[in-house]
């Protein structure tokens, strides 16, 4: 079985200071794993994702998340928030042939001028 | 090449009622999912189907239903509408379901029951 748990349901930072969105997952096989991102009233924007190559995954819009096996984690972190960042973001983990993929519950990512 | 979309975007219906959602995937990609997303229950996965087979299904009850047709269009349908049914709905589709399943998501069929 697999499952994702997303550490922090809301997150709230200053403009220009870092972001840190925790991810933990659990899957008994290789996972791939993904950031969504959600912004009000849209579907879900693929942010970046593992996929067993590199384990620093850097996506757009300057987003990055760290694969460590060893610690079950995916965190998905940007050195410098803009306010275009405020969204909802999910981390989600899939594994090969499943066609499901199952969501953390979220988090809210609010920043402060 | 165009994203993946639904229709229609907003629905409302009463209850006891049936709804078809529509969703057509990306040009190619033969695999489409349907989620339901609710402020209470997050997103949870309704069902998969590739290549016209329903290969993967959650734990929802059997009024929720779908289908796929040979152009990887898909249909999902909810009958005997209840107000807990009110949602979100997403469909994504991929390429296909192998390795690295990345997803891409239409816009959503927002859904009210009254």
């Known amino acids: 079985a697999q499952s994702v748990t997303q550490l922090d349901s809301h997150v709230s930072v200053s403009e220009g200071t870092p972001v840190l969105l925790r991810c933990n997952y659990s899957s008994s096989y290789s996972p791939s794993l993904f950031w969504y991102v959600q912004h009000p009233n849209k579907g879900l924007q693929l942010l970046l994702k593992y996929t067993s190559a590199a384990t620093l995954v850097k996506g757009i819009n300057g987003f990055e998340a760290e694969f460590k096996k060893s610690e079950t984690s995916f965190h998905l972190t940007k050195p410098s928030a803009h306010m275009s960042d405020a969204a909802e973001y999910f981390c989600?983990?899939?594994?090969?042939?499943?066609?499901?993929?199952?969501f953390g519950d979220g988090t809210t990512l609010t920043v402060k001028p | 090449k165009a994203g993946v979309t639904q229709t229609p975007r907003y629905l409302i219906k009463t209850r006891g009622q049936q709804v078809t959602l529509s969703c057509s995937p990306i040009?190619?990609?033969?695999?489409v999912s349907w989620y339901q997303q609710t402020p209470g229950q997050g997103l949870q996965f309704l069902f998969e189907y590739f290549s016209e087979t329903q290969r993967n299904k959650g734990n929802f009850p059997g009024r929720f239903s779908g289908r796929q047709f040979s152009n990887s269009r898909s249909e999902m349908n909810v009958s005997t509408l209840e107000l807990g049914d009110s949602a979100l709905y997403l469909c994504?589709?991929?390429?296909?379901?192998?390795?690295?399943?990345?997803?891409?998501f239409g816009p959503g069929t927002r859904l009210t029951v009254l």
């Open positions: 040009s190619g990609h033969r695999s």
């Open positions: 989600v983990v899939s594994y090969t042939n499943a066609g499901k993929s199952t």
């Open positions: 994504a589709s991929s390429l296909y379901r192998g390795e690295y399943n990345e997803q891409f």
